[in-house]
């Protein structure tokens, strides 16, 4: 895990064998939302659409599904239920409070316009949509989750064994019972062999936070945080540290020393692999991240073998494609064996680049048509086990006869794409802008509005110079035509203040 920090803006980098897999951003003023709490005002509720949206501060309106909907300004409200046989996953907000019942309540029964409700952020805004907000709150941490708004201690299923999920269930129960703490509690899968202390480490943080966020709750005015994720970093060391990272790096030496103490305090064998960085060369660049970041911000990714990939993001889906480019395969392969190489190889490259790029939604992949049926489910194969490196859920779907496969991924944060860029003002975001003879035609038609015989000494067609030199040149022909059209000379005079498409026509 590579961390570079400057006081303005928090990025960190994990590598696997060397290649960057992932890149996450945080800016001081663009700080992410998922997973802060907010006091809202519901301010529409639509009942056809069985949502709502909250005003919680943001730009934007957040938007609630009836399905994510509970009391929660009674602090305490929760669900019924009892102990379960949880599983990680329910984590997940959408999933921990349950998903809509065919008799559940619609939602103008239970949200009314004006109404303050306790809410937290699923997911980041994204283009033009506001947050996903629920009501089904969760706090995380390291070994646990606390879930208020429901009543049972579930275990993650990947803790097989059934001693151990006896007495890590044990030690939740007797700290609710001791401390009169009510709510759920999802036991992750690092907790297996913990110690007892460990665990009431994490609940006691929960009481504490949850008794602040009900202080909070009262004291503020709607719209207002009631509790605020913790930074990048801490998060991000919570939920991915383990004995399988050989490193930490970072470049920030009040950064580096909160992680240090934070490593101590819940993974102490593992405190010597961080270290400082005190090299004046940029560490991005010691370690070949920004680089990666550079190719990340294109659309076209190069393979080993010559073939390349090529990705485009929409505001519905990703679209990428493989093509084979240079590579030709060896003397004596076959077409199809070719074709399989590429693919085989573009499966690595495709999962690195949505991890690397945290693409989210709808994925389309077009690899190179294949005409054995073998070598499509090896492609397919080869593709879900990369998928399964990746922490974020996915699944993926083979959708032709050819090639085509559609791969979906929960998406809860805007792509590296976004956060890193802006749409160009030249283009206006659409990647084209119209050609030099488009414009020309479009100059012929405006000013034939003009009609003949225009008194004065001419006529003067201020335009950008790539237009200036087409119609002196290649569209020499259209410069006659408008001096016809008018029946006087035009003067054409070249403004490099103009934008390509815009031009202005005055009469002298």
């Given amino acids: 895990m590579i961390v570079t920090s400057n006081g303005h803006q928090t990025m960190v980098a994990v590598l696997e064998d060397d290649q960057v897999v992932e890149v996450s951003v945080e800016r001081e003023r663009q700080r992410g939302v998922v997973g802060n ?25 957040g938007f609630l599904y009836v399905s994510d909907v509970v009391d929660t300004m009674d602090a305490f409200g929760r669900l019924e239920g009892g102990d379960d046989e949880g599983d990680e996953a329910a984590a997940d907000p959408a999933e921990a409070g349950g998903r809509a019942k065919d008799d559940e309540p619609k939602i103008e029964a239970l949200l009314k316009a004006g109404q303050e409700v306790l809410v937290q952020v699923a997911k980041e805004p994204l283009g033009t949509k506001g947050a996903r907000l629920t009501c089904h709150v969760t706090m995380a941490g390291r070994f646990l989750v606390f879930l208020p708004t429901v009543d049972h201690v579930g275990v993650s299923r990947k803790i097989e064994a059934r001693d151990e999920r006896s007495r890590l269930r044990s030690i939740v129960r007797a700290f ?13 899968t690092a907790a297996a062999g913990r110690p007892e202390a460990d665990l009431v480490a994490d609940l006691a943080y929960f009481k504490r936070a949850w008794e602040e966020i009900r202080r909070n709750l009262d004291a503020s005015t709607c719209p207002a945080v009631v ?35 934070l490593v101590q305090r819940i993974m ?4 010597p692999r ?5 090299k004046a060369f940029p560490i991005f660049q010691e370690y070949g991240v920004q680089s990666e970041i550079d190719k990340a911000l294109r659309s076209k990714v190069w393979l080993k073998s010559g073939g390349y990939i090529v990705i485009n993001q929409t505001e519905a889906l990703v679209a990428i494609d493989v093509n084979t480019g240079r590579f030709v395969g060896k003397r004596n392969d076959r077409l199809e064996d070719t074709i399989v190489k590429t693919n085989i190889e573009a499966v690595k490259e495709i999962v690195r680049q ?14 190179i048509d294949m005409e054995e049926r073998k070598n ?66 479009e100059i012929l038609d405006e000013v034939a509005k003009l009609g003949s015989g225009v008194e004065g000494l001419g006529v003067q067609l201020r335009v950008n110079p790539d237009i200036a030199r087409a119609l002196r040149e290649e569209e020499a022909a259209v410069l006659k035509e408008l001096e016809a059209a008018v029946g006087t000379r035009v003067i054409v005079k070249a403004d490099p203040h103009l934008h390509h498409e815009q031009f202005d026509v005055m009469v002298l």
């Fill in 37 to 61: 709490l907010y006091k809202g005002r519901v301010s529409r509720v639509l009942p056809g659409m069985q949502c709502a949206f909250v005003d919680i501060g943001l730009e934007r309106d």
């Fill in 176 to 188: 609710r019972e001791a401390e009169g703490f009510a709510g759920g509690v999802i036991i992750r």
């Fill in 227 to 261: 509790y605020r994720e913790q930074g990048l970093v801490a998060k991000m060391i919570r939920d991915l540290l383990s004995e399988d990272y050989s490193a930490i790096r970072i470049d920030n030496a009040a950064e580096y020393r909160r992680v240090r103490d």
């Fill in 268 to 271: 102490p064998s593992l405190t």
């Fill in 274 to 278: 961080v270290k400082h960085y005190t």
């Fill in 354 to 367: 949505i991890r690397l790029r945290d693409l989210g939604g709808i994925i389309v992949l077009d690899f």
């Fill in 376 to 441: 499509r489910q090896k492609v397919s194969q080869a593709l879900d086990q990369e998928l399964a490196r990746d922490r974020s859920p996915s699944k993926a779907v083979q959708v032709s006869d050819f090639g085509l496969i559609i791969v979906t991924r929960k998406r809860v944060k805007q792509s590296l794409e976004r956060v890193m860029t802006q749409p160009c003002p030249y283009c206006s975001g659409t990647g084209v802008i119209r050609s030099s003879a488009t414009i020309c035609y």
